[in-house]
């Protein structure tokens, strides 16, 4: 059959032009949606698509292309043709991505961003869909054509905007474009309307037939009906849940009666004093100016780097211009040198030209130069063939260092990713030795050396070596309250967990030496705290962070020694941290409102903090020293090393793999740079020779004394060459002198630089202690102040008490006279007299408690009484619900069931008709219990032979069954289009053939739908139609980073199956 005319769509006058395809049309100038005749031997009279089909594509840096399109579909049928690279599969990917699929979806990346073309910022994708006849969606705004514009940025966030046909915008919601697709029933993530290359290969090779099943009910919507009718029932009992809940209304009418007995107990406590003074603020900016001076001095150091930056900018920037000017002056010499050469072989072949020409002045040279035309003629077809086989071995030699370059980078990768699986490893394995370790001696928790420091402690102790005996480690001297805060109080004291504490100098001094010997020089020894030793714990009710729902750190622990209680409040102010489980319940406490009273930041049960503006994540996953559980935590740091183990072993396995492929890829390369050097040889040995062959002519047409004149001109020449060769070679040698100074200078300023940069690293260091020092002081200067405004207020306090007793006293006298003018003596003391007027007040309150305040127990009965209506209201109109819904999903799931058995008994029916297009038989059997879907094929007579599993058919085969099976399913689900890619990848020819008349025939009788086939094959063997397009990619262009080759072996693999 004749191959038609191909015609290209992109204008090639463009300065950076997009990528072109050539469509392929048998009328291209008809309107396709007039058109009538078949391209079967089917009479199909149905008319073209109307709504929803694609009528044309355009990508702008999307994946490995600068610009694709735009691409102009047809109607009806469109072949997507080209080599492997040249953007077949990109349209794919565009229309899935562009009609607001996942990245996921097209198992080309896992984020929009992936697909923005390197270097680029963003991509853009163009659609346009059909909007036309009765069925259009807002014909009178968006016109003929809906254009579905998408922006795809960088940092992987992606915008619409959707156009009429005009090219206004309508709208830039994606709800509108949610609306249109419904509309059209256009469902991207569906592999009947959308089947990829990968997916495809994954159900051709798939061996599950659950798999199978799954890809049968997604491809029929059934397993979104499936999926939504088990979000109905979950949402039922949910609402069963809640009716349940809101019976337990009864349970708040039982507690009415103890509401009724029960007293508002309190009062909101007293106003905190302020947390600071004019003492502390001065003592702080002392603090903060020696901070400020170490900064200053690093600012300093900065700055004089940041000015001499430009400097070395110009200097590098010299380097280059002189390393670039060097550079041209050696290409200029060496092509002098060249040129010189050249005129030394023509003149060289001039002489013995001449020298011959004397010799053989008088002979006949007629067979001579027959025999040399003959000899031309035959190198120059040898010279093309081995051109040829040079381009051959060229592009395979690029394929190979491709595939070399890309497995480096990936074995890098997974080098990478193994070396930081060890460290962990390694970590986790050091934690689960000390974890065993602790189930012996829980003290080992704290470090190995921590049980022999203690007992060195002890023995020191009863030495008389300490004033007072060192307490710690202070994690081992607390309990917690409640274990799900473990790790919520670990991020929180971090290091001072490990710490001790001394009652003075003298004692850390004699805890220092201690620690030397147990603690190797360089390594970490636990912080040392210096403070006076006291019985009695601080009291800080008044400046301690309250919440009614949220314990403090303090609060959140028991602790059983003051020492150690004082030590965590000086250092760390625990007394201010609140603990709450939740993320976002702290969030919303700490910055949605206004932190509690002297609440200076919190910790959630993961470990992170949260202050009123930050927050900061944790660094840990679980506690070292504070949990309880040892056995699960070794339990689950075993299963965490088995799996690292596990994965370190599958990095191995796969670095073994790549290692194997670079090393074959890298033996074809150096096979085909060998084979190209020779033909390179062989090209050249076969130019001289022509070259030489076509110098020599004959004797009787050559003027010797012309041929001399010219050698004497060349002679000229070449000394004319040779002077301008010297020039040129002295201008060369000044230019690297030049080139060497400049680098000298560079290395000498970039010397300076990272000399200064030397000098800021220990002041980096400095500046961090004394940040450390400006915390360590503020705490300290806060401690001594609040205990002398403790003892102040203690003090007046007691004076004010003092006053008070004695107007009291002269009230009660006073008082005394009016009712006796004399003092009169009793037998009971003062202090039986208070005893009774106790007892008698304490009857008062009790009988107070018992009945409490009247008003208060009428508001809380009606507040009761109200909401005991409301959810008794709720209850009822959710039964009525409940019981609805449940009839109205027997009949629904009733319906659904049937329509599962009609779509299944026509998929049958359609899977054996295809079949037995090629004389095939099989069956499909559907499990819908088991979820399962058995397919088997028998080629040839049926009848006569058993079936057989998919599986042991051939590739071809195979194929062809499947395309079989994904036919069965278009005419049984509806969408305006259907897109496969490269569906006959694995067929033979009889097969491809066939699959092909099936699909055409298919398409002529559903006209009123778009197909859209990607293949790497040719298609110039099909039917002459209107109804037919192709469209053919051009080749991928140099420096794409897509192979458009298979690995070695794969293709061979596949043929053989």
Not at 224 to 231: N, V
Not at 325 to 332: G, K, N, R, S, T
Request: charged share 35%; glycine share 4%; net charge neutral.
């Amino acid at each position: 059959m004749a191959k038609r005319k191909e015609e290209n769509f992109c204008s090639p006058e463009n300065a950076k032009r997009p990528r072109q395809e050539e469509v392929e049309d048998s009328d291209k100038d008809g309107d396709e949606d007039e058109c009538t005749d078949t391209f079967t031997n089917g009479t199909s009279t149905l008319t073209a698509a109307e709504v929803g089909i694609i009528e044309s594509i355009q990508l702008k840096n999307f994946m490995c292309h600068s610009m694709l399109g735009p691409f102009k579909f047809g109607s009806n049928v469109n072949f997507v043709v080209g080599n492997n690279g040249s953007g077949k599969s990109a349209v794919l990917t565009a229309l899935i991505v562009g009609l607001g699929g996942k990245a996921i979806a097209t198992n080309r990346g896992s984020s929009l961003k992936g697909f923005v073309k390197d270097g680029q910022n963003s991509a853009d994708i163009s659609i346009t869909l059909r909007n036309r006849g009765d069925d259009a969606y807002r014909g009178n705004v968006y016109g003929n054509s809906i254009v579905v514009q998408q922006h795809i940025s960088m940092d992987g966030s992606r915008s619409y905007k959707l156009k009429s046909e005009t090219g206004t915008v309508v709208s830039t919601r994606k709800e509108e474009l949610i609306a249109i697709l419904d509309h059209f029933n256009i469902q991207v993530d569906n592999p009947v309307s959308v089947l990829t290359q990968e997916m495809s290969k994954q159900f051709l090779q798939s061996k599950n037939e659950g798999d199978k099943y799954k890809f049968f009910m997604k491809a029929t919507q059934l397993e979104q009906m499936k999926e939504d009718y088990s979000y109905i029932m979950e949402t039922k009992e949910r609402t069963k849940e809640q009716i349940s809940q809101g019976e337990e209304v009864n349970e708040i009418e039982k507690q009415l009666n103890a509401i009724r007995d029960n007293i508002k107990i309190g009062e909101d406590r007293a106003a905190r004093l302020e947390r600071k003074m004019e003492e502390q603020q001065v003592r702080l900016n002392e603090a903060e100016n020696k901070y400020k001076d170490i900064q200053d001095k690093l600012e300093k150091i900065s700055e004089e780097t940041n000015a001499r930056a430009p400097e070395c900018m110009a200097l590098k920037a010299d380097v280059t211009a002189k390393k670039r000017a060097y550079h041209e002056a050696e290409i200029v010499y060496n092509r002098s040198l060249d040129e010189y050469r050249a005129l030394k072989k023509d003149d060289e072949q001039l002489c013995k030209r001449i020298e011959e020409l004397k010799k053989s002045a008088d002979q006949s040279l007629e067979p001579e130069r027959l025999e040399r035309q003959r000899k031309i003629s035959w190198l120059k077809d040898r010279v093309k063939s081995l051109q040829d086989q040079e381009i051959s071995v060229n592009q395979e030699m690029e394929q190979f260092q491709q595939a070399i370059e890309k497995d480096k980078e990936e074995y890098t990768r997974i080098r990478r990713e193994e070396l930081d699986v060890k460290h962990t490893l390694s970590y986790n394995q050091r934690q689960l030795k000390e974890l065993k370790d602790s189930k012996t001696d829980r003290l080992k928790r704290f470090g190995p050396h921590v049980p022999a420091l203690l007992e060195a402690i002890d023995d020191a102790y009863r030495r008389g070596h300490f004033t007072y005996k060192p307490v710690g480690p202070l994690g081992a001297c607390i309990h917690l309250r409640d274990p799900e805060l473990a790790l919520a109080i670990e991020s929180c004291l971090k290091g001072l967990l490990q710490a001790y504490c001394c009652h003075n100098h003298s004692d850390e001094r004699v805890l220092q030496a201690l620690m030397r010997k147990f603690y190797l020089p360089g390594t970490s020894r636990p912080q040392i705290i210096v403070s006076e030793f006291r019985n009695d714990m601080y009291d800080v009710r008044h400046r301690a962070a309250y919440h009614p729902e949220f314990p403090t750190v303090l609060t959140a622990l028991e602790i059983n020694n003051a020492v150690v209680a004082n030590s965590l409040i000086d250092m760390r102010g625990i007394e201010t941290v609140l603990l709450i489980k939740s993320n976002s319940v702290a969030r919303a406490v700490m910055q949605s409102q206004k932190p509690p009273k002297n609440c200076r930041e919190a910790f959630t049960a993961d470990g992170d903090q949260v202050f009123a503006g930050r927050y900061y994540s944790s660094e840990y996953t679980r506690p070292k020293f504070l949990s309880r559980d040892v056995d699960s935590e070794i339990s689950e740091l075993e299963d965490e090393v088995e799996n690292k183990k596990a994965q370190i072993l599958n990095f191995q396995q796969h670095l073994s793999a790549l290692e194997k492929d670079i090393k074959r890829n890298e033996e074809f390369l150096r096979r085909y740079q060998l084979r190209h050097k020779e033909l390179k040889m062989k090209i050249r040995k076969s130019i001289s020779e022509i070259q030489e062959l076509e110098n020599i002519e004959e004797h009787q047409s050559v003027d010797i004394a012309t041929l001399e004149d010219e050698a004497q001109e060349n002679k000229m020449k070449m000394k004319m060459v040779e002077k301008s060769m010297e020039q040129q070679k002295e201008n060369m040698e000044y230019l690297k002198s030049l080139k060497v100074e400049a680098e000298n200078k560079y290395d000498a300023i970039k010397l300076k630089v990272n000399q200064l940069a030397e000098l800021a690293d220990p002041l980096k260091d400095e500046l961090d202690i004394a940040d450390s020092e400006v915390d360590t002081q503020k705490r300290g200067k806060r401690h001594y102040e609040e205990k002398q405004k403790e003892h102040l207020n203690t003090l007046n306090k007691k004076k004010r008490e003092l006053d008070m007793k004695e107007k009291e006293l002269e009230e009660k006298m006073s008082q005394a006279r009016q009712i006796c003018p004399e003092r009169i003596e009793v037998k009971k003391s003062a202090s039986i007299l208070d005893k009774e007027i106790n007892r008698l007040r304490q009857k008062i309150q009790a009988e107070h408690a018992s009945h409490g305040d009247r008003e208060e127990i009428m508001r809380q009965y009606q507040e009761a009484k109200e909401t005991y209506l409301d959810l008794d209201t709720k209850v009822k109109t959710l039964k009525r619900f409940i019981k609805l819904l449940e009839e109205i999903m027997t009949h629904r799931f009733k319906t659904y069931q049937q329509f599962r058995r009609c779509l299944t008994l026509r998929c049958k029916l359609y899977f054996d008709n295809l079949l037995s297009q090629r004389a095939y038989c099989g069956k499909m059997n559907f499990d819908h219990k088991n979820e399962t879907l058995t397919i088997s094929v028998q080629p040839g007579e049926g009848n006569r032979a058993a079936f057989n599993d998919m599986r042991a058919l051939s590739g071809g085969e195979r194929s062809f069954s499947t395309v079989c099976f994904i036919l069965s399913l278009w005419s049984i689900a509806e969408s305006p289009f259907r897109c496969l890619d490269e569906f006959d990848v694995y067929m033979d020819m009889v097969n491809r053939r066939i699959a092909m008349d099936m699909i055409l025939k298919m398409a002529d009788s559903q006209r009123f739908r778009q197909f859209i086939l990607l293949t790497p094959q040719s298609m110039s063997s099909l039917p002459s139609s209107k109804l037919i397009r192709i469209l053919r990619m051009s080749d991928p262009e140099r420096g794409q980073m897509i192979l458009p080759f298979r690995p070695v072996g794969q293709e061979e693999e596949e043929n053989g199956s």
